[in-house]
């Protein structure tokens, strides 16, 4: 299932701006790794070119390579849609069709794979929101709009949706920073769960979250407003904690800048 | 909120919404600034006010005794006026609908055939007859067939300009679309009947020998001034209100359902189908609507391309046709009275017609209601 991320020398612009800068950075499977530092550090730039969404915004592109068990999702015959199928993604605010139903929203992606069995979508749909820790709350009513529950609700309807489809690595863009701690803390256990499965890969600003959920930590900072981000260390969540090498790593850890 | 004195005085009046601040800082300062007098104050009813001295002049972010409410501001005087901007649609509309019917009774008292069943517009003669089957009929028709032509390609236009468009060449089109909407009907109608004849009526023959086995193809001719021809220049007429309100909408999707669509492994076409039709759904109906309600009370442009013939056909190539508001176009220059009178009656008849497509139109948003406000 899971599966490994290498990045080699990974460089994406903005049109003529450059967001970030030769990142190398190599994610194991089935762990949680955390992206951190301050804004505008391209921290959520880079998690958009693991699943190639960084180029959906106009005039944006990307160099380098970037392999998923070794095959490069930048090489030219590559399909797009596969890329995205294969590596899932949770935005930072819940964002769930708002036009759908719970349960069409849960298998959105399965209908867009081309299920049309109503009883696999159903299995699909329980299954996911199970994962999702999601269940037993909806699964009265779920012919109701998705959009109508509450926000940790839709963010874990989100993520339902996302894992439904049964892809590789979970792509997570700050996913509790519209949420209410209860909701967070209901968010984290769940990526503790899901790390049984995927490969996850976290942006956030919160670094007690950091410390909490994952395994890993890479922080990525920028010289002064205007300049690439780049990755300054990577290493084991509790290394980078405790003791990391690099002293801006340490400031920005411990709220000395950032 | 409310670091500042000033901020904390706009939050005081404008409540908690941002955008009335204004409104609230502007009632605040005239409340400071107008003199109010015990006087005009108490017919108010002063229990409501409480206690506290008069206004105090100490600046809007408070501190001392809080000013009153002035009674009569610019307030009260905005309220009265929209309220009375309000109550004169009402008037306005029972006026014309009195007016309207009392023309209308005499004439079809005066009517020696059923208003409903008989085809024919003869109003004007000693035993008047006139029905408004035919023209009710051929109104829905060409309006209907005009939008099964102009809805798919006004979507078309409409997601190609929000959603594939390089920006350039989608802003110079959109603009080329406004101006589709400039042009007066008369125009369209001019047009339709010494250019656009032709063509539609070579097409019309090659229909008529080869699909002639279908019923509305079939005929011995003439063709060319026929609904067709009326439903295609209808067809271009409503485009551009149906193709700029879509495209609105559909670019008011918000970026992060098409992202979400896209993440999951969506193509293009598949986002499109799955967060932009669905989110701009009730305003591609609300188009469609406003699109019908211009087809339907179209006049000078069907006049002039139809083949005026007040008759019930599903033929739509051959030379017939007519509408209401064509036919009163076309018929109110040599009406007498009783001919006026049965117009207005075909008028009002329209506008039950119009008035039916709104509410259906209503009724189709309204049961998708849970879906479309949450996505609001």
Redesign the interface.
Known sequence: MAKRIDATSVTAYYGSFKAIEDINLTVEPKTVTALIGPSGCGKSTFLRTI?R?HE?L?GARVDGKLTIDDQNIYERDVDV?????MI??V?Q?P???????IFDNVV??LR??GVRRKSVLEDAAERALRSANLWDEVKDRLG??G??LSGGQQQRL?IA??IA?EPQVVLMDEPCSALDPISTLAIEDLMFKLKDRYTIIIVTHNMQQAARVSDRTAFFSIEQTGDPGRLIEYDDTQKIFSNPNVKKTEDYITGRFG | MGDTPDRSANAGTGGPRVTIGHAGSAGAALSVDVPVTPADRAPDGAGRRGGGSGGGGTGLGGGGALPRRSAFGAERLFQSFTMAAGAMVLVIIVAIAIFLIAKAVPALNANTANFFTFEGWFPNEAQPRFGIGALAFGTVLTSVLALLLAVPVALGIALYLSHYAPRRVGTALGFLVDLLAAVPSVVFGLWGRDFFYGPVQEFSVWLNKYFGWIPIFGGEGPFGRSILLGSLVLAIMVLPIITSLSREVFRQTPTANEEAALALGATKWEMIRTAVLPYGRPGVIGATMLGLGRALGETIALAMTLGIVSSISFNIIENGGNTVAANIANAFGEANDTGRGALIASGLVLFSITLIVNITARAIIYRRREFTESAA
């Open positions: 699943n969404m959906v106009p849609t596969a890329v995205r199928r899932g993604m935005f605010r964002n769930p069709f708002p036009t759908m139903s959105a992606g867009l794979n109701k709009p959009a109508g989100c949706r996302t489809v």
